[in-house]
Structure formats: C-alpha cells, structure tokens
Nanobody, 124 residues
Framework: QVQLVESGGGLVQAGASLRLSCAASGRAFSRSAMAWFLQAPGMERELVAAIGRSSYSTLYADSVKGRFTISRDDAKNAVTLQMNSLKPEDTAVYYC?????????????????WGQGTQVTVYS
C-alpha cells in the first residue's frame, strides 16, 4: 500500500505560480513512478505530468509544457509540481498518483495509488 497526501493548492490570479507537493508513505517510494493528474468539473481525469524512477524520465501534457515542472526527492519520499504562468484553464482538482513501474504513464488506469486531491483555482 502507498499513502499519498497532496498539499499546496489554492486560489491565485492568472500569471501567478503555485507549488504542489505530494508526500508518500507505506512502501519504497523510489520503486514507484509518480504523476500528477487534474480533473475539472464534468471532465475526465487527465495527465498533467509524470516522472519515472529516474528523474530524467518525464512526461508532460502539451498544455503545460514550458510552464510546469515535475520533480521527485527520493530522500524525502516526495514529488512536487511547480506550476508557473498559471491560466484560468488550469483550474481543477489536482491528484498525485503512484504506480508500480519504472516509467510514468499517461492513462490514469495505470496508477494503483491516489491522493485525495487538492484544489487549484486560477482567476483572471
């Protein structure tokens, strides 16, 4: 089992930055690939960014490339999502996810463990 707890969401103006954090516990974090997904009201959950066991392996949604950065700290069992130049369309609940595997995947069905989510709201 893996327990994931997100933090760092909030209400910000367009153009601002937020840093989401996900604290993991319950198993060897370094064996997991990690990801952030978002879900807007009435929409399906979709990938924002993923990172493999190696920090050199990352995957981003086209909509966030150049604005968001995912990183992991295996010593702290944590993964973060640095979000810059936020836009109103980034508004959603953001979820941290973990999977047993070496690489990040784009489909939420490939992740076994999920956090409770943190709300990000961007106003213009």
């Amino acid at each position: 089992q893996v327990q994931l707890v997100e933090s760092g969401g909030g209400l910000v103006q367009a153009g601002a930055s937020l840093r989401l954090s996900c604290a993991a516990s319950g198993r060897a974090f370094s064996r997991s690939a990690m990801a952030w997904f978002l879900q807007a009201p009435g929409m399906e959950r979709e990938l924002v960014a993923a990172i493999g066991r190696s920090s050199y392996s990352t995957l981003y949604a086209d909509s966030v490339k150049g604005r968001f950065t995912i990183s992991r700290d295996d010593a702290k069992n944590a993964v973060t999502l640095q979000m810059n130049s936020l836009k109103p369309e980034d508004t959603a609940v953001y979820y941290c996810a973990a999977r047993d595997g070496s690489s990040g995947q784009s489909s939420p069905g490939n992740y076994e463990y999920w956090g409770q989510g943190t709300q990000v709201t961007v106003y213009s």
